[in-house]
């Protein structure tokens, strides 16, 4: 069964620190992985997506991620932390079983940017 | 840009009635989704759609849901007598095709059952 797991319900930078989200998979075959954004009271942004190719994926807002298969993560970073990038992060899996497409988030992790 | 839209963005009602969520999936997409998010917790699939039918649903997606593409434009959530436990945030979502497997999403309904 797929799993997601974001280590850190909540992470605090500075603003102009390296962002680092963490994100671990479990999945019974080639996963697409995901990262959305949820501002307050807002709907989800796709940030950036991993399917097949090349392992590290640039997504907006400076974002990315490298899916390391051997490690079953795929970790969200940014070099330089802005304070508009306050907001719920949520890795995703989405995988192809027999029956469609199921899309399984984690439990989300909350960033926060001090001045 | 096109997007999914999803009305009314708040919805409130009592214990044991029945209420229709709704939602416009992008015009020539030919996948959609149910999702629910209680208040501070992770965003939980409900249920997907292709085809006029169901092709995948959680252990949340009981009887007391359903789902319907009646128009061949809106995708409905129905939920047939609400529980407490069915205040949520429910987002629709709809993907184009297979080759990008990018869900696109709506901005939510907002449930609250009294």
């Known amino acids: 069964a797929q799993s997601v797991t974001q280590l850190g319900s909540h992470v605090s930078v500075s603003e102009g620190a390296l962002v680092l989200l963490r994100c671990n998979y479990s999945?019974?075959?080639?996963?697409?992985l995901f990262w959305y954004v949820q501002y307050p009271n807002q709907g989800l942004q796709l940030l950036l997506k991993?399917?097949?190719?090349?392992?590290l994926v640039k997504g907006i807002n400076g974002f990315e991620a490298e899916f390391k298969k051997s490690e079953t993560s795929f970790h969200l970073t940014k070099p330089s932390a802005h304070m508009s990038d306050a907001a719920e992060y949520f890795c995703?899996?989405?995988?192809?079983?027999?029956?469609?497409?199921?899309?399984?988030f984690g439990a989300g992790t909350r960033l926060f940017v001090k001045a | 840009e096109p997007e999914v839209t999803q009305t009314p963005s708040h919805q409130v009602t009592q214990m044991g009635q029945e209420v229709i969520l709704r939602c416009v999936p992008i015009?020539?997409?030919?996948?959609f989704y149910w999702y629910r998010q209680i208040l501070g917790q992770k965003v939980e699939f409900l249920v997907s759609?292709?085809?006029?039918?169901?092709?995948?649903k959680s252990e949340i997606f009981d009887d007391q849901f359903s789902v319907e593409r009646p128009d061949g434009s809106n995708f409905t959530l129905k939920i047939r007598s609400t529980k407490l436990e069915d205040s949520a945030m429910y987002f629709c979502?709809?993907?184009?095709?297979?080759?990008?497997?990018?869900?696109?999403f709506g901005p939510g309904t907002r449930l609250t059952v009294t």
């Open positions: 015009s020539n997409h030919l996948y």
């Open positions: 991993y399917t097949t190719g090349a392992t």
């Open positions: 979502a709809s993907m184009g095709d297979t080759s990008t497997y990018e869900q696109y």
């Open positions: 995703a899996v989405t995988q192809m079983n027999t029956g469609g497409f199921k899309t399984i």
């Open positions: 759609f292709y085809n006029n039918e169901i092709s995948e």
């Open positions: 999945s019974s075959v080639p996963p697409y």
